[in-house]
């Protein structure tokens, strides 16, 4: 039997999952590593515990399955996206931590960029908005910040990439620099429609394109694995940003379909097939996938908070110990209680970005306990998804494929929240029966290259559904929930 092994570097823990011929997982493992909070709103890595605890991982799942590297046939890589570190291409030292999309230390730069009526170029250029998520200027920080970094950069001497783009450098000691499309196109410096990195904004940050990598397919040669990791060289052949790798392991390959990841926060992307879609909606424009130099595009929701927030009930409130007992927390909340909970714990994403305004609750009574506080935070996650979803909607003339919302993730798990999710957005909501969608994903690319896969159409025949909820919430009663949700965002927002 022949192995691909995916590397799933995220943004709390690192796990590499064996899937066999069949794409069926067959042995993962996983190690936390520490999260660096130097002043508030700036959060780093040390890029050593990345590299740590990937290679950590990767030997202990071949442990686990009892195979030998020899067994593997290909790598794939998927990764948090944006997070960014600059290294010495001679040493391979990392110059300064890595600097991870949370983090908000160039806000006010980027309020700048926005005030000098910059916001047009880069939504052209590069589909985004202009903001502290992407890499863009954490790698001018770096460069502004680090004693002698620009000089270093100016002669060629230093690298720059996002996680992928690292753990690639570490894996073939050092021989390839190289990304993706779908990584690129997180930077702020990638022109999505040219297929480029943009001079014109490598200018205005004063980056010099030597720094930057090479930009390759999602399904590509990125180079052979150091011999010493697993007994013999293995080629990496796949690599994509992680909500794009859920996106294609959820086999969201036609316009129109789109998935929603629950973890921490939760992504949507809608497959708007080779058309960037320009959003009139707050909403991103970024690149599913690229195969055979032809970008796929989609359109992108981001919400900070989603399995945060019954994290919050955890750890903060402390009214439940396990994630999974919100659901009969839920199930016995008071029905004539409108308890709204607004997760705006680090501002809210899309549609609103807004990072300056703060969570709050509504409509609580002196009834109001533990059941209704775990109602309103699993419901916050529908309301904020129907939010995206009529953002897409309101985007996206193309074909609807349906409407259906593919769901993975961990917070897919709860039964009690998918069933809200389908009623408040009016559409079936599919749970598939394969929840490792990133790894998947990412292993179905590093397989397919190398032709120990199925091609793209066979892989999405493979899809299978586990659970599928039907909306049954009643027009009316959706209708005035929905408003008073919109009523709380506003309020909030005006806090
Ligand atoms: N049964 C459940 N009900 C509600 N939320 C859940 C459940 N199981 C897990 N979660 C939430 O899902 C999140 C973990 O999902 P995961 O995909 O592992 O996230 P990440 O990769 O972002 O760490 C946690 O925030 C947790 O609170
Ligand atoms: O590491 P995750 O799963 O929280 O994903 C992070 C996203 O890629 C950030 O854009």
Known sequence: MKYVLAIDQGTTSTRAILFDEALAPVASAQEEFPQVFPKSGWVEHDPADLWATTAGTCREVVERAGIRGTDIVSIGITNQRETTIVWHRGTGKPIYNAIVWQDRRTADYCKSLRDDGHADMFADRTGLLVDPYFSSTKLKWILDNIDGARDMARRGELLFGTVDTYLIWKLTGGKVHATDATNAARTMLYDIRKGCWSRTICDLFDIPVQMLPEVKDSADDFGMCREDLFGQSIPICGVAGDQQAATIGQACFSPGMMKSTYGTGCFALLNTGDTPVR?????????????????????????????????????????????????????????????????????????????????????????????????????????????????????????????????????????????????????????????????????????????????????????????????????????????????????????
């Open 279 to 495: 959003s009139n909606n707050r909403l991103l424009t970024t690149i599913a996938y690229q195969l055979d130099g032809k970008p796929t595009y989609a359109l992108e929701g981001s919400i900070f908070i989603a399995g945060a927030v019954v994290q919050w009930l955890r750890d903060g409130l402390k009214i439940i110990r396990e994630a999974s007992e919100t659901q009969p927390l839920a199930e016995q909340a008071d029905d004539t209680q409108s308890v709204i909970l607004v997760p705006a714990f680090t501002g809210l994403g899309a549609p609103y970005w807004n990072p300056e305004c703060r969570g709050a609750v509504f409509g609580l009574t002196r009834n109001s306990g533990p059941n209704e506080l775990a109602k309103a935070a699993l419901e916050s996650v529908g309301y904020q998804t129907r939010d995206l979803l009529d953002a897409m909607r309101a985007d996206w003339r193309g074909d609807d494929s349906s409407g259906v919302l593919r769901v993975d993730g961990g917070m897919s798990a709860s039964n009690w929240a998918m069933q809200f999710l389908a009623d408040i957005t009016g559409a079936p909501v599919d749970r598939p029966e394969v929840l490792e969608t990133t790894a998947l994903g990412v292993a179905w690319l590093a397989g397919m290259k190398i032709g120990a896969m199925p091609a793209q159409d066979e892989f999405a025949k493979q899809w299978a559904l586990q659970r599928q909820f039907k909306p049954t919430m009643a027009e009316d009663a959706r209708s005035q929930k929905y408003a008073d949700w919109r009523r709380a965002v506003d309020c909030t927002l005006g806090y």
